[in-house]
């Protein structure tokens, strides 16, 4: 045990130096996404402190640690409560997938639950914690224990007068566990001043670990931050961090984006005048596209399209619904001659509908993940994205958007945004928050002229393509999404609607003929 | 008379070794118990440094902790014991009331 400490002693000198992320050995959380930001787990034979306040999911993060790591890292584990009973610890634990039962029955888990009330002592003279010392030396001993768990600590100044014995106690408690070289969590409950209320933080200085809870707009987002990782690179930023039955899910991190591979592989937009406006055919793979525009201008429509053209190459595509049944989408598209019940059946598409406001932002992004973790679409299409909104702010939105679109990125996964901007234009400012995560823009409108509103699209920008200036018109049939030939008055400005007819000499508005030539321009 | 001050008091002191606290428990238990309980007391000393699987299974944190174990319900009372009073409140031999703990 000493060994481990005496051996971490250079390291953490040499970490001064230029390469503190190798230095330092750590025990993999096994949870997912704060191994990552932690670069490998909590610093392996010392404790961390873990705090925040009540329900914030601290018992749960030194469970899940302790079950990966008798799971999967072959290091067994003792949780010390001082709060929750074994019973409840189990129970609660079963609710997040957890069979804490047969851990504890092959020895790989050991639970016990310290009891101190101060109504039942009393209290008579100059006393110690040596037998916690024992109990918990007992423990780690009789599994072998790689890890522990101290849930929560804090609960001795409740149980116990003297606090300045605990203090003195605590402080040595944690030296204790150093030099037994476990890797622990110790959680404190925060106040709204200090850290913990006691002041752990003072003894368990090598990595803090804050959580955090708020309600944001009747939906709860939790938070999780690095306050503090001596020796180690980690991120600061608070990340959101979600409970559901798979236990917690830190997010991924934003700054993994920047890695993936560019392709010049082109995939078709589906609407056949629109791809050569891309320059060549289309969108890239692995492109984010935004497809922004007013109610009604056709922005489901062109999702539609990419998804019908994706599963007609036989890729898998999952459609994020915010806003319209599965069922709705279907029956709408197929009014406009796409039909995405083969698809459906077939198993190449999938359609995940739930309303924005039922999760908070947080939980909305992971079970995105976790579906497309899942079942690896090669397409995704998210419908729109203006819906989350709904749950969060505008800067949140942004950041959780980079982070799925980072996460897409990296498994060459093309993703079409529809956005809903609201007449009036205040929407735009989100349009522009957005559109600078996304490699390509589309604008969608109906201009209203000469007494007609008319559909128009427009490529506001495509990263690395020489995409076409100009303002498109385009009409719905029944067979999709139709650019029309464009016509051009004498000043150089393009004529849309009756305007554009009139030129032409022909009414061709209702029934058009797809164009190729259209895009030769 | 109380109605359990009549039977046996079954005490058991949990200690750590020879610690001074552990060593000045036991002497003042024993003289505590020869003022007040002569003859209807017994003492039986746990030593968790050679036992120490029994801190989990009676629940112990603190040393020295004292626990009536008879006559019920359980009295637990942890310290060196030198305050002579309030160890007897706590072991119901003295009414609570009395001391104001």
């Known amino acids: 045990m000493t060994t481990a400490v005496r051996r971490r002693k250079p390291e953490s000198r040499r970490s001064n130096g230029g390469r503190p992320a190798r230095a330092l050995a750590k ?19 010392r404790p961390t402190l873990v705090c925040g306040g009540a329900g914030c999911g601290k018992t749960l993060l030194g469970l899940e640690f302790l079950v990966h790591g008798a799971m999967e890292h072959d290091e067994p584990g ?23 039962q047969r851990l504890r029955a092959r020895r790989r888990l050991l639970l016990d639950h310290i009891h101190l009330e101060r109504s039942e002592l009393t209290e008579t003279g100059e006393y110690d914690l040596e037998g916690l010392f024992i109990r918990l030396g007992h423990a780690i001993d009789s599994i072998h224990a790689k890890r522990v768990v101290l849930d929560t600590v804090e609960m001795l100044f409740t149980g116990l007068s003297d606090r300045f014995l605990v203090r003195a106690e605590l402080a040595r408690l944690f030296r204790w566990l150093k030099a037994k070289g476990v890797t622990a969590i110790v959680t ?59 236990g917690i899910s830190v997010l991924p991190i934003t700054s993994l984006g920047l890695a993936h591979e560019a392709t010049t592989e082109h995939l078709s937009t589906g609407v056949a005048g629109l791809d050569p406006m891309f320059g060549q055919q289309g969108y890239f793979r692995g492109n984010s596209v935004l497809a922004s525009g007013t109610a009604g201008t056709g922005k489901s429509s062109l999702a539609a399209h990419f998804v019908d053209a994706a599963c007609r190459r036989g890729e898998r595509c999952l459609y994020f619904a915010f806003e319209e049944s599965p069922s709705q989408i279907t029956r709408n598209m197929r009014s406009i001659g796409i039909d995405l019940a083969p698809w459906l059946e077939r198993g190449l598409l999938r359609m995940h509908a739930q309303r924005p406001t039922s999760l908070g932002l947080e939980a909305h992004l992971v079970t995105m993940h976790r579906l497309i973790d899942n079942w690896q679409p ?22 959780m958007l980079a982070r799925l679109i980072d996460f897409m990125k990296l498994r060459g996964i093309t993703a079409l945004f529809t956005s809903l901007t609201s007449a009036d234009g205040a929407a735009e400012r989100t349009d522009l928050g957005v559109s600078s995560l996304m490699d390509i823009w589309m604008l969608l409108e109906n201009p209203e002229a000469n007494g007609e509103r008319t559909r128009v699209i427009q490529i506001v920008k495509a990263r690395g393509m020489a995409h076409s200036n100009q303002v498109r018109e385009f009409v719905m049939t029944g067979r999709g999404i139709v650019l029309l030939d464009v016509s051009r008055r004498a000043d150089g400005s393009v004529a849309i609607g009756s305007a554009r007819s009139a030129r032409q000499g022909v009414t061709r508005h209702r029934r058009p003929k797809p164009s190729r030539r259209s895009a030769a321009e | 008379m ?10 058991r002191l949990y200690v750590a070794g020879q610690s001074p606290k552990s060593l000045a428990a036991l002497a003042n238990l024993k003289r505590l118990c020869e003022g007040h309980l002569a003859g209807r007391y017994r003492i039986q000393v746990v030593d968790l440094l050679s036992q120490p699987h029994l801190a989990r299974r009676d629940e112990i944190v603190v040393i020295p902790t004292l626990v009536r174990k008879l006559p019920p319900p359980l009295r637990r009372v942890i310290g060196d014991l030198s305050n002579e009073e ?16």
Do not use: W
């Open chain 1, 378 to 399: 090669q397409v995704v299409v998210v419908d729109p994205v203006t819906n989350l909104i709904a749950v969060g702010s505008e800067i949140e939105v942004k950041a």
């Open chain 1, 78 to 100: 003792v949780f010390l409560s001082f709060e929750e009973t074994t019973r409840d610890l189990m129970v609660n634990a079963r609710s997040l997938g957890f069979d804490l």
């Open chain 1, 188 to 246: 404190g409950e925060r106040d709204a001043e200090h850290l913990t209320r006691h002041g752990l933080e003072e003894y368990v200085s090598d990595c803090v670990i804050l959580l955090d809870q708020r309600v944001v707009e009747q939906s709860a987002t939790r938070r999780l931050r690095v306050l503090k990782y001596r020796g180690s690179a980690h991120r600061g930023n608070e990340v959101p961090f979600l409970i559901d039955d798979h």
């Open chain 1, 27 to 45: 025990a993999p959380t096994g949870i997912a996404g704060l191994d990552e930001i932690t670069n490998g787990g909590l610093p392996r034979g």
């Open chain 2, 2 to 11: 109380r109605n359990g001050a009549r039977r046996t008091m079954q005490l």
């Open chain 2, 86 to 101: 309030r160890v007897l409140v706590g072991l119901d031999v003295l009414p609570r009331s009395a001391s104001g703990s």
